[in-house]
Protein backbone atom coordinates (compact mmCIF):
# COMPACT_ATOMS: atom_id res chain seq x y z
CA UNK A 1 0.00 0.00 0.00
CA UNK A 2 2.84 2.01 0.80
CA UNK A 3 4.35 1.51 -2.62
CA UNK A 4 1.08 2.55 -4.45
CA UNK A 5 0.96 5.37 -2.31
CA UNK A 6 4.29 6.47 -3.41
CA UNK A 7 3.65 5.88 -6.83
CA UNK A 8 0.01 7.62 -6.92
CA UNK A 9 1.55 10.64 -5.43
CA UNK A 10 4.36 11.14 -7.90
CA UNK A 11 2.38 10.43 -10.99
CA UNK A 12 0.02 13.13 -9.78
CA UNK A 13 3.02 15.11 -9.04
CA UNK A 14 4.24 14.72 -12.59
CA UNK A 15 0.69 15.42 -13.85
CA UNK A 16 0.47 18.81 -11.96
CA UNK A 17 4.11 19.53 -13.62
CA UNK A 18 3.09 19.01 -17.18
CA UNK A 19 -0.27 20.87 -16.99
CA UNK A 20 1.30 23.98 -15.57
CA UNK A 21 4.24 23.95 -17.36
CA UNK A 22 4.46 25.24 -20.96
CA UNK A 23 7.29 24.85 -23.42
CA UNK A 24 9.25 27.93 -23.80
CA UNK A 25 7.92 29.28 -27.78
CA UNK A 26 4.15 29.20 -25.38
CA UNK A 27 6.22 31.47 -22.76
CA UNK A 28 7.65 33.93 -24.78
CA UNK A 29 4.48 33.98 -27.51
CA UNK A 30 2.26 35.30 -24.80
CA UNK A 31 4.95 37.50 -23.54
CA UNK A 32 5.38 39.53 -26.73
CA UNK A 33 1.58 39.17 -26.97
CA UNK A 34 1.03 41.31 -23.94
CA UNK A 35 3.64 43.54 -24.47
CA UNK A 36 2.09 44.48 -28.27
CA UNK A 37 -1.27 44.96 -26.44
CA UNK A 38 0.47 47.43 -24.02
CA UNK A 39 2.57 49.04 -26.79
CA UNK A 40 -0.75 49.09 -29.09
CA UNK A 41 -3.39 50.36 -26.74
CA UNK A 42 -0.99 52.05 -23.92
CA UNK A 43 2.64 53.53 -24.89
CA UNK A 44 1.06 54.68 -28.52
CA UNK A 45 -1.77 56.54 -27.62
CA UNK A 46 0.35 58.55 -24.78
CA UNK A 47 2.97 59.04 -27.30
CA UNK A 48 0.49 60.44 -29.52
CA UNK A 49 -0.53 62.84 -27.03
CA UNK A 50 2.63 63.90 -25.97
CA UNK A 51 4.13 64.37 -29.45
CA UNK A 52 0.61 66.59 -30.51
CA UNK A 53 1.17 68.45 -27.70
CA UNK A 54 4.91 69.32 -27.86
CA UNK A 55 4.09 69.69 -31.99
CA UNK A 56 4.62 73.59 -31.86
CA UNK A 57 7.72 73.24 -29.04
CA UNK A 58 7.42 74.14 -25.87
CA UNK A 59 7.08 77.06 -25.23
CA UNK A 60 3.34 76.87 -26.77
CA UNK A 61 2.37 73.97 -24.82
CA UNK A 62 3.27 76.77 -21.65
CA UNK A 63 1.44 79.43 -23.23
CA UNK A 64 -1.93 76.97 -23.73
CA UNK A 65 -1.63 76.08 -20.12
CA UNK A 66 -1.21 79.97 -19.08
CA UNK A 67 -4.58 80.41 -20.69
CA UNK A 68 -7.00 81.81 -18.38
CA UNK A 69 -9.71 79.04 -18.87
CA UNK A 70 -7.26 76.22 -19.19
CA UNK A 71 -5.67 77.76 -16.07
CA UNK A 72 -9.00 77.81 -14.20
CA UNK A 73 -9.98 74.21 -15.30
CA UNK A 74 -6.48 73.21 -13.77
CA UNK A 75 -7.33 75.02 -10.56
CA UNK A 76 -10.66 73.47 -10.07
CA UNK A 77 -9.80 69.64 -11.22
CA UNK A 78 -6.93 70.62 -8.25
CA UNK A 79 -9.46 71.87 -6.07
CA UNK A 80 -12.01 69.08 -6.47
CA UNK A 81 -9.32 66.25 -5.85
CA UNK A 82 -8.02 68.35 -3.01
CA UNK A 83 -12.00 68.22 -1.25
CA UNK A 84 -12.92 65.47 -2.36
CA UNK A 85 -10.12 62.58 -1.51
CA UNK A 86 -9.94 63.99 2.25
CA UNK A 87 -13.33 63.13 2.52
CA UNK A 88 -13.02 59.32 1.03
CA UNK A 89 -10.43 59.13 2.68
CA UNK A 90 -12.06 59.13 5.73
CA UNK A 91 -15.16 57.96 4.80
CA UNK A 92 -12.88 54.70 3.83
CA UNK A 93 -11.46 54.16 7.04
CA UNK A 94 -14.70 54.23 8.73
CA UNK A 95 -16.16 51.99 6.01
CA UNK A 96 -13.41 49.64 5.86
CA UNK A 97 -13.38 49.94 10.23
CA UNK A 98 -17.31 49.33 10.43
CA UNK A 99 -16.93 46.17 7.88
CA UNK A 100 -13.69 44.54 9.13
CA UNK A 101 -13.71 45.15 12.64
CA UNK A 102 -17.55 44.84 13.71
CA UNK A 103 -20.54 42.06 13.08
CA UNK A 104 -23.79 43.34 12.44
CA UNK A 105 -27.12 42.93 10.15
CA UNK A 106 -27.00 44.93 7.09
CA UNK A 107 -23.56 44.43 6.39
CA UNK A 108 -23.20 42.91 3.39
CA UNK A 109 -25.86 45.64 1.90
CA UNK A 110 -23.46 48.12 3.14
CA UNK A 111 -20.89 46.25 1.10
CA UNK A 112 -23.25 46.21 -2.07
CA UNK A 113 -23.84 50.05 -1.47
CA UNK A 114 -19.94 50.78 -1.51
CA UNK A 115 -19.61 49.24 -4.89
CA UNK A 116 -22.63 50.91 -6.42
CA UNK A 117 -20.64 53.29 -8.16
CA UNK A 118 -18.75 51.05 -9.88
CA UNK A 119 -22.24 49.75 -11.77
CA UNK A 120 -23.91 52.42 -12.27
CA UNK A 121 -22.61 55.17 -15.20
CA UNK A 122 -21.11 58.20 -14.40
CA UNK A 123 -23.54 60.05 -16.33
CA UNK A 124 -27.09 58.42 -14.93
CA UNK A 125 -25.28 59.47 -11.59
CA UNK A 126 -24.87 62.75 -12.92
CA UNK A 127 -28.67 63.05 -13.49
CA UNK A 128 -29.59 61.85 -10.13
CA UNK A 129 -27.85 64.48 -8.54
CA UNK A 130 -29.47 66.80 -11.40
CA UNK A 131 -32.93 65.47 -9.75
CA UNK A 132 -31.83 65.86 -6.29
CA UNK A 133 -30.64 69.21 -6.55
CA UNK A 134 -32.68 70.92 -9.82
CA UNK A 135 -34.85 73.28 -9.56
CA UNK A 136 -38.29 70.79 -9.79
CA UNK A 137 -36.89 68.67 -7.10
CA UNK A 138 -38.03 68.59 -3.63
CA UNK A 139 -35.47 70.53 -1.82
CA UNK A 140 -34.44 72.65 -5.23
CA UNK A 141 -36.94 75.91 -4.11
CA UNK A 142 -36.01 76.09 -0.66
CA UNK A 143 -31.85 75.73 -2.14
CA UNK A 144 -32.77 78.47 -4.58
CA UNK A 145 -34.40 80.61 -1.96
CA UNK A 146 -31.26 80.88 0.44
CA UNK A 147 -29.59 81.26 -2.11
CA UNK A 148 -27.68 77.61 -2.25
CA UNK A 149 -26.34 76.97 -5.61
CA UNK A 150 -25.01 72.96 -6.17
CA UNK A 151 -25.63 72.47 -9.69
CA UNK A 152 -23.84 74.30 -12.34
CA UNK A 153 -21.27 75.08 -9.12
CA UNK A 154 -18.11 73.86 -7.32
CA UNK A 155 -20.52 72.19 -4.79
CA UNK A 156 -22.21 69.76 -7.75
CA UNK A 157 -18.93 68.77 -9.06
CA UNK A 158 -17.64 67.98 -5.65
CA UNK A 159 -20.86 65.86 -4.64
CA UNK A 160 -20.65 63.60 -8.10
CA UNK A 161 -16.87 63.69 -8.04
CA UNK A 162 -17.20 62.12 -3.91
CA UNK A 163 -19.94 59.66 -5.40
CA UNK A 164 -18.15 58.53 -8.18
CA UNK A 165 -14.83 57.79 -6.40
CA UNK A 166 -16.12 56.51 -2.67
CA UNK A 167 -15.28 53.52 -3.04
CA UNK A 168 -11.81 53.30 -4.36
CA UNK A 169 -10.29 54.22 -0.92
CA UNK A 170 -12.56 51.72 1.22
CA UNK A 171 -12.57 48.47 -1.24
CA UNK A 172 -8.62 48.68 -0.89
CA UNK A 173 -8.79 48.64 3.21
CA UNK A 174 -11.39 46.14 3.80
CA UNK A 175 -9.76 43.16 2.34
CA UNK A 176 -6.94 44.36 4.31
CA UNK A 177 -8.57 45.09 7.59
CA UNK A 178 -10.31 42.04 7.45
CA UNK A 179 -7.40 39.30 6.79
CA UNK A 180 -5.80 41.40 10.19
CA UNK A 181 -8.58 40.65 12.05
CA UNK A 182 -8.87 42.17 15.23
CA UNK A 183 -6.12 40.74 17.68
CA UNK A 184 -3.96 43.45 17.40
CA UNK A 185 -6.33 45.94 18.83
CA UNK A 186 -7.97 43.85 21.74
CA UNK A 187 -4.45 43.46 23.10
CA UNK A 188 -4.03 47.15 23.00
CA UNK A 189 -7.11 48.17 24.58
CA UNK A 190 -6.53 45.64 26.96
CA UNK A 191 -3.41 47.14 28.16
CA UNK A 192 -5.43 50.51 28.63
CA UNK A 193 -5.24 52.25 25.33
CA UNK A 194 -7.94 54.64 24.18
CA UNK A 195 -9.69 54.12 21.15
CA UNK A 196 -8.10 57.07 19.51
CA UNK A 197 -4.19 55.37 20.28
CA UNK A 198 -5.65 52.06 19.14
CA UNK A 199 -6.11 53.24 15.68
CA UNK A 200 -3.02 55.50 15.84
CA UNK A 201 -0.51 53.45 16.92
CA UNK A 202 -1.94 50.13 16.31
CA UNK A 203 -4.54 50.14 13.00
CA UNK A 204 -2.65 53.20 10.95
CA UNK A 205 0.41 51.55 11.11
CA UNK A 206 -0.94 48.21 9.74
CA UNK A 207 -2.81 50.12 6.95
CA UNK A 208 -1.09 52.95 5.88
CA UNK A 209 0.28 50.56 2.77
CA UNK A 210 -3.17 49.79 1.34
CA UNK A 211 -4.37 53.55 2.10
CA UNK A 212 -2.02 55.55 0.48
CA UNK A 213 -2.71 53.04 -2.40
CA UNK A 214 -6.36 53.97 -2.51
CA UNK A 215 -5.50 57.24 -2.02
CA UNK A 216 -3.48 57.52 -5.33
CA UNK A 217 -6.40 55.91 -7.35
CA UNK A 218 -9.03 57.68 -5.78
CA UNK A 219 -6.76 61.57 -6.48
CA UNK A 220 -5.88 59.96 -10.33
CA UNK A 221 -9.79 58.59 -11.14
CA UNK A 222 -11.28 62.25 -9.44
CA UNK A 223 -8.79 64.17 -11.36
CA UNK A 224 -9.56 62.22 -14.75
CA UNK A 225 -13.70 62.02 -14.21
CA UNK A 226 -15.78 63.15 -16.82
CA UNK A 227 -19.17 61.77 -17.46
CA UNK A 228 -20.50 62.95 -14.38
CA UNK A 229 -18.68 66.40 -13.63
CA UNK A 230 -20.31 67.07 -17.82
CA UNK A 231 -23.39 66.55 -16.37
CA UNK A 232 -23.54 68.73 -13.46
CA UNK A 233 -21.03 71.42 -14.14
CA UNK A 234 -23.05 72.97 -17.23
CA UNK A 235 -19.87 73.78 -19.07
CA UNK A 236 -19.69 77.16 -17.47
CA UNK A 237 -16.50 78.73 -19.11
CA UNK A 238 -13.62 79.84 -17.00
CA UNK A 239 -15.71 78.84 -13.84
CA UNK A 240 -17.45 75.16 -14.09
CA UNK A 241 -14.64 73.41 -16.22
CA UNK A 242 -12.53 70.90 -15.07
CA UNK A 243 -9.41 69.58 -17.28
CA UNK A 244 -11.50 66.50 -18.95
CA UNK A 245 -14.37 69.25 -19.76
CA UNK A 246 -11.61 71.55 -21.12
CA UNK A 247 -9.90 69.10 -23.29
CA UNK A 248 -13.41 68.68 -24.74
CA UNK A 249 -14.42 71.43 -25.37
CA UNK A 250 -10.86 72.43 -27.11
CA UNK A 251 -11.30 69.53 -29.39
CA UNK A 252 -14.83 70.35 -30.29
CA UNK A 253 -12.99 73.86 -31.51
CA UNK A 254 -10.46 72.26 -33.76
CA UNK A 255 -7.85 73.73 -31.48
CA UNK A 256 -5.99 70.21 -31.55
CA UNK A 257 -2.73 72.17 -29.98
CA UNK A 258 -4.41 73.35 -26.94
CA UNK A 259 -6.69 70.19 -26.49
CA UNK A 260 -3.82 68.09 -26.79
CA UNK A 261 -1.47 70.16 -24.64
CA UNK A 262 -4.52 69.27 -21.64
CA UNK A 263 -4.72 66.19 -22.58
CA UNK A 264 -1.18 65.79 -22.13
CA UNK A 265 -0.78 67.56 -18.60
CA UNK A 266 -3.73 64.37 -17.47
CA UNK A 267 -1.82 61.85 -18.90
CA UNK A 268 1.69 63.23 -16.84
CA UNK A 269 -0.36 63.35 -13.99
CA UNK A 270 -1.98 60.33 -14.30
CA UNK A 271 2.07 58.85 -15.15
CA UNK A 272 3.11 60.46 -11.83
CA UNK A 273 0.16 58.36 -10.21
CA UNK A 274 1.31 55.30 -11.77
CA UNK A 275 4.84 55.75 -10.29
CA UNK A 276 3.69 56.55 -7.33
CA UNK A 277 1.75 53.30 -7.00
CA UNK A 278 4.22 51.21 -8.26
CA UNK A 279 6.66 52.16 -5.35
CA UNK A 280 4.38 51.71 -3.10
CA UNK A 281 3.61 48.49 -4.17
CA UNK A 282 7.48 47.98 -4.37
CA UNK A 283 7.73 49.06 -0.47
CA UNK A 284 4.42 47.14 0.52
CA UNK A 285 5.99 43.99 -1.09
CA UNK A 286 9.35 44.59 0.56
CA UNK A 287 7.78 45.02 4.46
CA UNK A 288 5.76 41.54 3.63
CA UNK A 289 9.03 39.54 2.46
CA UNK A 290 10.73 41.38 5.99
CA UNK A 291 8.14 40.53 8.06
CA UNK A 292 7.54 36.67 6.63
CA UNK A 293 11.48 36.31 7.20
CA UNK A 294 11.49 37.31 10.78
Known amino acids: ?105 GKAFLTTLIDLPFSVSPVVSGLIFVLLFGSHSLIGPWLQSHGIQILFAVPGIVIATVFITFPFVARELIPLMQEQGTSDEEAALSLGASGWQTFWYVTLPNIKWGLLYGVLLCNARAMGEFGAVSVVSGHIRGLTNTMPLQVEILYNEYNFVAAFAVAALLALLALVTLILKTLLEMKFSAQIAASRRH
Open 1 to 105: MAHDFTSTGHHTSETVRTATSESRLARYGLIATALCFVALFLLLPLAVVFTEALRNGPGEFLTVLRDPETFSAIRLTLLVAAIAVPLNLVFGVCAAWAIAKYEFK
